[in-house]
């Protein structure tokens, strides 16, 4: 074959358009990645919204563990949705029973409830009830009674800030803030209080 002057000239300017592709090649592949990697609006869109459950449940039974692999509070609803953030459940007729290392201590119910697992707190609300076993077998079970109680499931203690009803072997006792600490047994009860206790006792 006779190369020929304008097939050599064809081939110079072959060669001086090659850099010009091989940056095109980079630039359309550059393109791509960007187009194809992830936003961190993708990401945001993708993530449950805090007011999204993440999932629901019905008749379901939730129980947790402590670290050593002890069960420490069962807790059943008629319809259970969980949120991630608090690792929160929010349940309809909650049944909470909450267990220390000798069984049962405290039982509790409502029309309606959350429970806040990074906080380990139940919020009970709508005729809440709560009968918590006396420390000893001498004292006997007291049931608390109102609109509003919450319970923090790892200390065992017991609060209220609207008006209570307490009702135990000495009487019945009426306030409008409660405290008590289900591991002593110590119950405090403020605002106006008043009730009916066995003779020798007081409100």
Do not use: C
């Not at 095109?24 to 791509?32: D, E, F, H, P, Q």
């Not at 953030?85 to 201590?105: E, F, N, T």
């Not at 119950?187 to 003779?199: D, I, M, N, S, Y």
Request: proline share 4%; hydrophobic share 40%.
């Amino acid at each position: 074959m006779k190369w020929t002057k304008p097939l050599f000239d064809a081939i110079d300017q072959l060669r001086g358009l090659l850099p010009l592709a091989a940056l095109a090649a980079v630039a359309g592949y550059t393109w791509w990645l960007v187009q194809s990697a992830p936003q961190a609006g993708d990401a945001a869109r993708a993530a449950p919204l805090a007011s999204t459950p993440d999932y629901e449940l019905t008749g379901a039974m939730v129980e947790r563990f402590d670290p050593t692999g002890a069960r420490v509070t069962i807790l059943r609803g008629s319809q259970m949705s969980h949120y991630l953030v608090g690792d929160r459940l929010a349940v309809v007729s909650p049944q909470l029973v909450g267990l220390d290392a000798g069984g049962q201590h405290m039982q509790a119910m409502a029309r309606s409830g959350q429970y806040l697992g990074t906080d380990q707190v139940a919020d009970l609300s709508g005729q809440a009830r709560v009968v918590v076993r006396g420390v000893g077998e001498a004292q006997g079970p007291v049931m608390f009674e109102g609109e509003s109680l919450q319970i923090n499931t790892a200390t065992r203690l017991l609060t209220a800030q609207t008006s209570v009803m307490l009702t135990s072997d000495e009487g019945v006792v009426r306030g409008n803030r409660l405290s008590h600490d289900g591991r002593t047994g110590i119950t405090e009860v403020g605002g106006r209080a008043h009730g009916q206790l066995k003779a020798g006792l007081s409100p």
